[in-house]
């Protein structure tokens, strides 16, 4: 009978401690955090990103070099998201105007140009030691952020897809402030880790692989302090 006991009792223990581990394998972070504490299971904060300095597109459409650069840029519907365990996820969408063709010089492009509404995770940087954290962005559906439409008596530039995922740096780390930043650095981002997985990622200009480089400044609509920690 004591031999039955402490068989059973061991077997508990190895399913409490198997529960254990599984439990914090799933454990996955980066997380939101408000006000001190991790964004909870299923609530959601607004927020407003607002471009600091210049966005810049550089690829290539159809063998010519293109640089395109937007001086004003909003998001629209930006929320952040608990989701328990698994790393906190973003949806919205951004607006950008002011822009200009620098290459080729006999194009413009038509505007707003709005991308669809797309979906973001808190994810680690495994290649970035210093800006550990970063959000990978891409379409909620799909693959296409949002299709270019070049103008120009003499322009040759047919409307052209951004497509794929790109990401970007969050600042501070492991701190809370009323305004972060996301910083999309102008050498991308190529990997990043989600839910334990590396994923390698890159944004395209059509065919080609381009480059989007800016910085957002970040803050809640509510002007609550908040932050991305690993717990």
Not at 30 to 59: C, D, E, R
Request: glycine letters at 12%; aromatic letters at 6%; proline letters at 3%.
């Amino acid at each position: 009978m004591f031999k039955a006991r402490a068989a059973l009792l061991g077997l508990l223990a190895l399913f409490i401690a198997s529960g254990i581990a599984a439990s914090t394998a799933s454990a996955a972070g980066p997380y939101w955090h408000v006000n001190g504490s991790k964004l909870g299971q299923g609530v959601a904060k607004q927020v407003k990103l607002q471009l600091k300095g210049t966005a810049v597109l550089k690829g290539e459409v159809s063998g010519a070099v293109v640089v395109i650069e937007c001086k004003n840029s909003i998001s629209e519907g930006a929320t952040i998201e608990g989701q328990g365990n698994v790393q906190g996820q973003d949806k919205g969408r951004l607006t950008f105007t002011q822009c200009t063709v620098v290459k080729p010089t006999n194009c413009t492009v038509v505007e707003p140009i709005t991308t669809v509404q797309t979906k973001s995770h808190l994810v680690y940087l495994p290649e970035n030691k210093q800006q550990k954290f970063g959000e990978l962005f891409e379409p909620q559906q799909g693959e296409t952020f949002v299709t270019l439409k070049f103008a120009g008596k003499t322009c040759l530039l047919p409307a052209t897809n951004v497509k794929g995922t790109v990401a970007a740096e969050v600042l501070p780390i492991e701190a809370e402030g009323q305004e972060g930043l996301l910083n999309f650095p102008e050498t991308q981002i190529e990997k990043v880790v989600l839910e334990q997985q590396t994923r390698k990622i890159g944004l395209f200009l059509g065919e080609k692989a381009t480059v989007f480089s800016a910085a957002y400044g970040a803050r809640l609509e509510t002007g609550e302090k908040w932050g991305v920690f690993g717990q």
